[in-house]
């Protein structure tokens, strides 16, 4: 079914403690194909992109051909198909953040790091290396305009605050974000998003010491519970959908 078996290049790549973990992921779900997005985001943590060997070890792995698992990753851009940087940074320029600075912040930060839409400022991979990218709503609207370095926001953002961050990942630095876990690295975070949490390894620490969620967040469930709001009641005689009809 695929041709990865005979790919030396792959397993170069791809050694016997990823095959490990590619085992231990399929373990996890009664179908083997199940297991494919976690495993390319395992091959993004060994690689920092999902490359055509990265492609050939999941369709190997899962018995699925290679132009299946293309698919998949051509269709998500969680999934970068060149090399990302040591840092993600991805800027949300949806509806509500463009209109509050997003676009500006993303001008200033492509002007700022002379990098475009999934361009690297930097050699890719190498520390102080950024991608940059555009973000589609980031789920964050209420603290607008957003970013994200490696999936951890960054709230209320301005051009300013903007680059003094890229250039502090830049020296080296690990800014903390305005909440959640601290900031690691792309390929980290990646082994994480697989579902992997070494114990032992500093890298991999998840302790959460900031807030995980924000206070403009909470504000409406707050008024709620200070006012005895409640939401209407659900009407008894709504009927509920046949699941079996066709
Ligand atoms: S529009 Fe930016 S987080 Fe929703």
């Not at 490359?51 to 299946?68: I, K, M, R, T």
């Not at 509806?95 to 890719?124: F, N, P, R």
């Not at 032992?200 to 995980?212: K, T």
Request: overall charge negative.
């Amino acid at each position: 079914m695929t041709t990865a078996q005979n790919n030396p290049a792959q397993h170069d790549v791809f050694g016997p403690d990823v095959e490990a973990k590619a085992k231990q992921l399929i373990d996890r779900y009664p179908q083997a194909r199940s297991a494919l997005l976690p495993m390319l985001h395992l091959v993004q943590s060994v690689q920092g992109h999902v490359s055509q060997e990265g492609v050939a070890f999941c369709a190997e792995q899962l018995d699925l051909s290679e132009a299946e698992v293309s698919a998949v990753v051509t269709f998500y851009t969680m999934y970068k198909r060149k090399p990302c940087g040591e840092h993600l940074v991805s800027v949300c320029t949806n509806t509500l953040c463009a209109a509050l600075g997003g676009d500006a912040i993303y001008a200033k930060l492509s002007e700022h790091l002379g990098a475009g839409h999934e361009e690297v400022a930097g050699e890719a991979g190498e520390p102080g290396s950024i991608m940059l990218e555009h973000a589609e709503c980031l789920a964050a609207c209420d603290l607008a305009p957003v970013l994200q370095v490696n999936y951890e926001y960054y709230d209320n953002q301005t051009p300013e605050t903007a680059v003094e961050l890229v250039d502090s990942l830049r020296r080296g630095e690990r800014p903390s974000p305005s909440r959640g876990a601290p900031l690691t690295d792309f390929k980290s975070v990646e082994l994480q998003l697989a579902g992997f949490f070494p114990e032992d390894d500093e890298a991999f620490r998840i302790d959460v010491d900031g807030p995980s969620q924000a206070v403009e967040t909470l504000r409406g469930a707050q008024l709620a519970a200070e006012r005895a709001w409640t939401a209407p009641a659900m009407p008894e005689d709504v009927p509920l959908p046949d699941l079996e009809a066709k």
